[in-house]
Antibody, heavy 122, light 107 residues
Framework: EVQLVETGGGLIQPGGSLRLSCAASGFSVSRNYMNWVRQAPGKGLEWVSVFYGGGSTYYSDSVKGRFTISRDNSKNTLYLQMNSLRTEDTAVYYC????????????????WGQGTLVTVSS | DIQLTQSPSFLSASIGDRVTITCRASQGISSYLAWYQQKPGKAPKLLIHAASTLQSGVPSRFSGSGSGTEFTLTISSLQPEDFATYYCQQLNIYPLTFGGGTKLEIK
């Protein structure tokens, strides 16, 4: 069974750093497109970043240069390092799985974690 | 960036109604469009991908159509569990973007 479990959220002051983790089971993060998506309180969904099976990464303009996506294949875990946090980064952060990188294009997110809340406030 | 405009933003309907939600893209995205359902406090759930492909396990009352810049999600006969917020997403060009959402409420 595919599962994604995010951890690492919490209350952080503006300018601070936080690292989110997404532990995967039932598949290998090295094979799939892996994404972070966030949702500010009461707002819609915002895509944040993707890690390709082959190693390429892409980011939204709002986090580029501040956030870094990475993965540890040995731990089957995806990460999001968030630096220089701003109040507008306050959101529930979800990790979401895309298709198998080696057999398909990124055209959907089929499994999502339960999300972890990041609150940036002084 | 590609903007996705969903309409309506809010929709009030009754059990058994047929409802249609529209998603318009600011430029052509071929068929790289997905639809998700989200209930309060829960993660989104994939309903449709490639504009019209029903995700495994999703009831057949859900259907999607369109290509290029205009897409629709149709629910043929609303069930109590369908009252939720629906989002479209384009996966053609980075940055990936979502529509603003359509909240479907019980009339």
């Amino acid at each position: 069974e595919v599962q994604l479990v995010e951890t690492g959220g919490g209350l952080i002051q503006p300018g601070g750093s936080l690292r989110l983790s997404c532990a995967a089971s039932g598949f290998s993060v090295s094979r799939n497109y892996m994404n972070w998506v966030r949702q500010a309180p009461g707002k819609g969904l915002e895509w944040v970043s993707v890690f390709y099976g082959g190693g390429s990464t892409y980011y939204s303009d709002s986090v580029k240069g501040r956030f870094t996506i990475s993965r540890d294949n040995s731990k089957n875990t995806l990460y999001l390092q968030m630096n220089s946090l701003r109040t507008e980064d306050t959101a529930v952060y979800y990790c979401a799985r895309g298709p198998d990188f080696w057999t398909g294009t990124l055209d959907y997110f089929d499994y999502w974690g339960q999300g972890t809340l990041v609150t940036v406030s002084s | 960036d590609i903007q996705l405009t969903q309409s309506p933003s809010f929709l009030s309907a009754s059990i058994g109604d047929r409802v249609t939600i529209t998603c318009r893209a600011s430029q052509g995205i071929s068929s790289y469009l997905a639809w998700y359902q989200q209930k309060p406090g829960k993660a989104p759930k994939l309903l449709i991908h490639a504009a019209s492909t029903l995700q495994s396990g999703v009831p057949s009352r859900f259907s999607g159509s369109g290509s290029g810049t205009e897409f629709t999600l149709t629910i043929s006969s609303l069930q109590p569990e369908d009252f939720a917020t629906y989002y479209c997403q384009q996966l053609n060009i980075y940055p990936l973007t979502f529509g603003g959402g359509t909240k479907l409420e019980i009339k």
